[in-house]
């Protein structure tokens, strides 16, 4: 259980750090 939730937590912030960089592309490419 600790294992999974551990797994979720870095899946969400690296989902979080692509979405940053993502929108920090798109603002600069306007």
Do not use: P, Y
């Not at 999974?4 to 490419?29: E, H, P, V």
């Amino acid at each position: 259980m600790a294992v999974l939730f551990g797994l979720f937590l870095i899946l969400a912030l690296s989902f979080l750090g692509a979405a940053m960089r993502l929108s920090r592309i798109l603002l600069i490419d306007r």
